[in-house]
């Protein structure tokens, strides 16, 4: 029986994850989910662990009140509140959008400037503020935070033990940065689902999604592969039109929580 094996949230985008056993669904996906981001304080383009994978080691977790704990080895922990929806915003770049959003203060940006070892802005998405979804996939009205293009990714544990048995060594989940991890599945089938149910909750699978060089960074020690694994491998067996395809990207229909251990149902 299919189930939900693991649920993961990024509350800033390309930071470190956190794995939860619990977790509630709004209109953005999970709640807290890459709601922050990293900016260049000159030109407001989003800051990624593809350019600095030092990120892979900054930790930024999401509290109650939807603020974020910065935190990383050898540095003094700083709370953020999350900014008035209204004021100081900045103009940001995320790929091709661009979006006017809250700032979060001079005392954020110096502590993360200093991280960075350049000028960096950090900054927050409310709902109001949040960007719609990729044109031709989902529909009109689909929301997303910073995320790269859509408020989920699910993988099948089937998929991520394909690609560790042809590699030869296990593989940390967190290298594809999921949402939801499935198990009981055969690899890769999560490729022919449209829709799904865990719990309450349902959601339609709406696009591959296409892998990149963060997927060669160790998100335990921020280490490049050398041999760029296991993107290479990937690649002998998984190019499609469009790109190396790993996990499904997908929409919530409606809000609800999610429980790690709650089936997982194939609509369609």
Same mark, same amino acid.
């Given at each position: ?15 470190? =994850?956190?794995? #939860?056993?619990?977790? &509630?669904?709004?209109? *953005?996906?999970?709640?807290?989910? $890459?709601?922050?981001?990293?900016? @260049? ?107 790269? =293009?859509?408020? #989920?990714?699910?993988? &099948?544990?089937?998929? *991520?033990?394909?690609?560790?048995? $042809?590699?030869?060594?296990?593989? @940390? ?96």
């Amino acid at each position: 029986m299919l189930h939900l094996r693991s649920i993961y949230r990024f509350p800033l985008k390309s930071g470190q =994850g956190e794995s #939860l056993t619990q977790v &509630g669904l709004d209109a *953005l996906g999970v709640v807290g989910d $890459r709601r922050w981001m990293l900016v @260049d304080e000159a030109t407001g383009r989003f800051l990624t662990q593809r350019a600095d994978p030092k990120m892979s080691q900054l930790s930024a977790l999401w509290n109650a009140s939807g603020g974020l704990t910065l935190s990383t080895a050898g540095t003094a922990a700083l709370e953020v509140e999350v900014p008035d929806a209204n004021t100081d915003l900045r103009g940001v770049t995320i790929w091709r959008d661009t979006l006017r959003v809250p700032d979060a203060g001079d005392a954020a940006a110096r502590w993360l400037s200093a991280f960075i070892g350049r000028p960096v802005r950090l900054v927050h998405v409310p709902l109001e503020r949040a960007r719609t979804t990729e044109a031709g996939y989902g529909r009109d009205d689909d929301k997303v935070a910073f995320a790269d =293009g859509y408020p #989920l990714l699910l993988i &099948g544990q089937g998929s *991520l033990d394909d690609i560790s048995t $042809r590699l030869g060594r296990p593989l @940390d989940m967190l290298r594809f940065r999921p949402n939801l991890v499935v198990e009981g599945s055969e690899a890769f089938a999560e490729d022919g689902w449209k829709r799904i149910r865990i719990g309450d909750v349902e959601f339609r699978l709406v696009k591959s999604c296409s892998r990149c060089i963060l997927t060669t960074i160790d998100p335990q020690t921020g280490e490049r592969d050398e041999q760029r694994e296991p993107l290479m491998t990937l690649m002998s067996y998984r190019k499609q039109e469009g790109g190396t395809m790993f996990g499904q990207n997908l929409v919530n229909d409606s809000h609800g929580v999610l429980e790690v251990g709650m089936p997982v149902t194939v609509l369609e």
